[in-house]
């Protein structure tokens, strides 16, 4: 059984900083790519930043490329998201996200809050 799971989240105010991490369960993400999306209200779910989990190779949105940093843990099995000069348009539930065998797998969420 897949699991991830997200932790992290919080309020923080415009310009501040916030390090999400996403823990597998059930699965070794040496083989896969994981990613981030997020889902403010009233908008879809959008795509953040991914990594290969394998090679460290990362990509990233046009919102996040220079101000957030995906990056993992080979050894914990886990993912972060760092993200920095956060902006209140940055506010949303954050997601962990990987495929495994052509089956899709997300975390429960994580809730970002920028506000002053």
């Known amino acids: 059984q897949v699991e991830l799971v997200e932790s992290g989240g919080g309020l923080v105010q415009p310009g501040g900083s916030l390090r999400l991490s996403c823990t597998a369960s059930?699965?070794?993400?040496?083989?896969?790519?994981v990613q981030w999306f997020r889902e403010a209200p009233g908008k879809g779910r959008q795509f953040v930043a991914g990594i290969t989990f394998s090679s460290g190779s990362t990509f990233h949105s046009a919102s996040a490329k220079g101000r957030f940093n995906i990056y993992r843990d080979t050894t914990k099995n886990m993912i972060y998201l760092h993200m920095a000069r956060l902006e209140v348009e940055d506010t949303a539930v954050y997601y962990c996200n990987t495929n495994v065998d052509d089956q899709e797998y997300w975390g429960q969420g994580t809730q970002v809050t920028v506000s002053s």
């Open positions: 059930g699965v070794t993400l040496n083989h896969h790519v």
